[in-house]
C-alpha cells in the first residue's frame, strides 16, 4: 500500500482505516484529558494536592491492563465494531462524572472505571487486520496506531484552550473533560453506523470459544499461564503504589490483593477449562501455532510502549533540571515523542511490509532502542543541546517503529484469536509501563534509561531466540486451516443467503 492511498476515501477498506484510527484517536483523547488540567482543577478545588493528582494517574492506568485482556476476548467473539462502539459509549459515562466530580471517591472511581477505555487499542488491531491483507497490514496497523495515538496529544494541546480561552469562567475546564465524553457518546454511535467488521461477502472467523486463549501444545500451556500471572501482579503494584500515597488503607489493599489472587485462580482455570479437552483430543498439525511467539510480542511490547509511557512521564522534568530550560522549553521537547508517533510507527510497519522479513525488522528495531536509550543514559548538562534532542528524537523513532513492527506481526500468528493475542501483547504495554514508573522512585534519570536499555536487550534475545517468520507474511491472504476455510465459507454462505 502506497501513502497516495490513504487519501483514497472512496475505498471502503480505506475508509474503516480512518473511521477506526480516529476511533482510538478519540478514546486517547478522553484517556488523557486530565494530566493538561490538572493545575486548574487543583486551583479551582482547593482540596487536591499534586499527591492527589499522582494518585489519580495511578487509577488512570491500573484497570487498563485487565481490559485490554477483558476486551481481546470479547472482540474475537461479537467483532470489533459492536465492542468499539460499545466500549466508547459507555465509556462516555465516567468521563462525565469525573468532570463535575467533587469528591475524592467520585473523581477516583470514574477515574479508574475510565481507565478501561485505553484497552480500546486492541479492538482496532483486530478491525484492521480484517480489512488489509499480510502484504499491507503492517504500514495500515502503524496508521491507526501512530495517528491513534495522536489523541494523547491532542488532548494536551487542545483542552487547556477549550476550557480556559473558549469556555472561560469557574466551570471551564469542567466542560471542557465532559466535551470528550460527549464526543466518545457521539462517535460510539456513528462507528456502529458506518462501518462493517469485514469486507462484503466476508465472514468473520471466530475462535470456537473465547474465555481464553487457545493453545497447541502442553508446554504452550504452561507458557500461557507464566505469562498471565504478571499481569496480576502489575495491579498489584499499582494498588502497592496508592497505599504507599496514603490513598488505600492496609485493609482495603489487603483486599485488593485478594481479589487479585482469585482473578488470577480463575483466569488459569478458564485457561485449563479451554486448552485440556483440546489438548487431549490432538490438535491437528495444521491447526498449531508457536505460542513462545506470543511471549516474544509481549516483551517487545513491554520494551517499548512501555519505554514510551515511561519516558513521558518523566521526559520533561530530566530535560528541565538538567539543561536548566523553562517548563515550556522542556515540555516542547518532551512533546517530540507524541508528534513522531505520527510518522515513526506507520514507519514500522511499513518498513515491516516492505523488508521481505518481519522478524529481521523487529530485531532491528529492538536493538536501535538499546542504543538510543544508552546513548539517552549518558546524556548529562556538559551535552550540547541539539545533540541531546537529536538522540532523544531518533530514540523515539525507534521505540515507536518497534511499535508498528510489533503489531504488524501480531496478527498473523493465529488469525482467529487476534483480538486476545493484540489484547496480552498490548497488556504488557502496560505491564512494562508499570515494572518501570515503580523502579523510576529507586534510580536517577540516567540509570533509569540503562534500565530501560536494559530491558530492550533482553527483549532482542527473546525475540533472537523465540520469534519466527510468520507463515504467508506478504501473502494476499491470512494463513487459514481447513477448519476455519470451512467455517468462513459456512458464514459467507450465511450472510449471502440473509442478503437474498
Known sequence: ????????????????????????????????S????????????????????????????????????IIGSLLDKYGPRIVYSGLLVVMSIPAVVFAFGDTWSQLMISRLILGSIGASFVIGIRMVAEWFPPKNVGFAEGIYGGWGNFGSAAAAMLLPWFALTLLGGDNGYRYALAFTGVICFIYGIIYFICVRDTPEGKALVKPKKASALEVSSWGDLVQLILWTIPLGA?????????????????????????????VLIFQV??????????????VPEE??????????????????????????SMLPMFFQLTFSLSASQAGLIAASFAFINLVA??????????????????????????????GMGMMNSSWPLVLAVAITVLTSVFVQGAEGATYSIVPMIKKRVTGQ???MAGAYGNVGATVYLTLYTFVTP??????LASGALISFVVCYFTLEEPKNSFGEEYYLTDDELQQQAEADAALQRKAQ
Not at 514507519?347 to 538499546?370: A, E, H, P, Q
Not at 540516567?446 to 534500565?451: G, T, V
Open 287 to 312: 491447526d498449531r501455532y508457536k505460542f513462545k511467539n506470543v511471549g516474544a510480542l509481549n516483551s517487545t511490547y513491554f520494551a517499548n510502549f512501555g519505554a514510551e509511557l515511561a519516558i513521558v
Open 446 to 451: 540516567q540509570q533509569f534509561f540503562f534500565i
Open 421 to 423: 493475542i493484540a489484547g
Open 345 to 374: 510507527r506507520p514507519l514500522g510497519g511499513f518498513l515491516s511490509d516492505r523488508m521481505g522479513n518481519r522478524r529481521k525488522v523487529m530485531l532491528v528495531y529492538m536493538l536501535g532502542i538499546t542504543l538510543g536509550l544508552f
Open 1 to 32: 500500500m502506497k501513502v497516495t492511498e490513504l487519501f483514497q476515501f472512496k475505498n471502503e477498506q480505506i475508509k474503516i482505516l480512518h473511521f477506526t484510527w480516529f476511533a482510538f484517536f478519540v478514546s486517547f483523547f478522553a484517556w488523557f
Open 234 to 262: 502489575a495491579v498489584g503494584i499499582s494498588s502497592w503504589r496508592l497505599n504507599g500515597l496514603g490513598f488505600i488503607s492496609d485493609t482495603v489493599i489487603n483486599m485488593i490483593y485478594a481479589v487479585i489472587v482469585g
Open 34 to 69: 486530565m494530566a493538561p488540567l490538572a493545575t486548574t482543577m487543583m486551583e479551582d478545588m482547593g482540596w487536591l494536592t499534586p499527591q492527589h493528582i499522582a494518585a489519580l494517574g495511578i487509577c488512570n492506568v491500573v484497570l487498563t491492563i485487565p481490559a485490554r485482556i
Open 269 to 282: 482455570f478458564n485457561i485449563l477449562k479451554v486448552n485440556i479437552p483440546r489438548l487431549k483430543k490432538g
